[in-house]
T-cell receptor, first 113, second 111 residues
Framework: KAGVTQTPRYLIKTRGQQVTLSCSPI?????VSWYQQTPGQGLQFLFE???????NKGNFPGRFSGRQFSNSRSEMNVSTLELGDSALYLCASSFEGVAYGYTFGSGTRLTVV | KQEVTQIPAALSVPEGENLVLNCSFTDSAIYNLQWFRQDPGKGLTSLLLIQSSQREQTSGRLNASLDKSSGRSTLYIAASQPGDSATYLC??????????FGTGTRLQVTL
């Protein structure tokens, strides 16, 4: 069965631009969450969506936003990019309930120049 | 606020050695704990999931234990191989919708 698919794999953007990242969860998974990974801060939680509703949000500025579609696919948007937004962005999906854990995608490497 | 600590930060062992990675967390009110492996520049690969009601889980050469009351988990790797070289991360789920990660243990297994 297909895993979690993130596109694109790599992105280079200029400061001030905006970017949209996409995540397709495992079929049947309704929860999608996003994480930012940087060498200095490690893995930090951005937000989680379940059935098109944001259930939980991390401590990130409003420039970071997301949404989930009826087919459970999710997008994450970052506006007015800053150099510090350069990171590996990871998406995870989970089946309903806590017994199943999370499956992660390969990530999108964003570089802001 | 949940905090997760992993010790050691880095570890180098010769091939064939058994090793233990440690993870501690400050809030014992968790749903489950998950161990992941990350190769450089890659995503996370789930190794083991331990639900809060369980004490341990095993998969092949890997065994993870959980002591929720003391806020500790260990990942035991038997007969290490060079292919085990990676960063190992533990993460706790305290809200059923969010993982809090440790900073990881970078493992190198040498020939």
């Amino acid at each position: 069965k297909a895993g979690v698919t993130q596109t694109p794999r790599y992105l280079i953007k200029t400061r001030g631009q905006q970017v949209t990242l996409s995540c397709s969860p495992i079929s049947g998974h309704r929860s999608v969450s996003w994480y930012q990974q940087t060498p200095g801060q490690g893995l930090q939680f951005l937000f989680e969506y379940f059935s098109e509703t944001q259930r939980n949000k991390g401590n990130f500025p409003g420039r970071f936003s997301g949404r989930q579609f009826s087919n459970s696919r999710s997008e994450m948007n970052v506006s007015t990019l800053e150099l510090g937004d350069s990171a590996l962005y990871l998406c995870a999906s989970s089946f309903e309930g806590v017994a199943y854990g999370y499956t992660f995608g390969s990530g999108t490497r964003l570089t802001v120049v | 606020k949940q905090e997760v600590t992993q010790i050691p930060a880095a570890l180098s062992v010769p091939e064939g050695e058994n090793l233990v990675l440690n993870c501690s967390f400050t809030d014992s009110a968790i749903y489950n704990l998950q161990w992941f492996r990350q190769d450089p520049g890659k995503g996370l690969t789930s190794l083991l999931l331990i639900q809060s009601s369980q004490r341990e889980q095993t998969s092949g050469r890997l065994n993870a234990s959980l002591d929720k009351s003391s806020g500790r988990s260990t990942l035991y790797i038997a007969a290490s191989q060079p292919g085990d070289s990676a960063t190992y991360l533990c993460a706790v789920d305290g809200t059923a919708s969010k993982l809090t990660f440790g900073t990881g243990t970078r493992l190198q297994v040498t020939l």
